[in-house]
């Protein structure tokens, strides 16, 4: 069993509101959302960050930023969105398997 908490989200060990998966990806809802829709979208794959990503992973990244805009539109924030990315410790990174936070509507938070 794998010690990564996404790992074993993806792996569904672990419990989470899943909004879309498909073979590369799973997106699913933040446990202690920021705002009023906020979505970790994270690959199925163990990275631990953007600090350990290699350059076969390009189109693995490339497929994720993609995918943001259509899941925005899903949860009906038709106007835009945010997305985070914290890398290390010094980064605020608490979970190391490389997620995207995408954030939107009410409440939006800052940078802080
Ligand atoms: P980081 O600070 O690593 O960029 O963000 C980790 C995010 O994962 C936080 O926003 C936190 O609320 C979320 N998180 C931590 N544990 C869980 C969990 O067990 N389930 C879900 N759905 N989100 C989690
Ligand atoms: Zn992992």
Do not use: W
Request: proline content about 4%.
């Amino acid at each position: 069993m794998s010690d990564c908490l996404f790992c074993r989200i993806v792996a569904g060990e672990i419990p989470s509101e899943r909004v879309y998966e498909d073979e590369k990806v799973v997106v699913f809802k933040d446990i202690n959302p920021k705002a009023e829709v906020h979505l970790l979208v994270i690959p199925r794959q163990h990275i631990e960050s953007l600090d350990s990503l290699r350059a076969e992973d390009d189109e693995l990244i490339a497929y994720m930023m993609r995918l943001l805009p259509r899941l925005a539109r899903d949860q009906g924030l038709h106007d835009g969105f945010r997305t985070i990315i914290n890398t290390g410790k010094g980064g605020g990174q608490l979970v190391f398997h490389l997620h995207l936070h995408l954030l939107g509507g009410k409440n939006l938070p800052g940078f802080e």
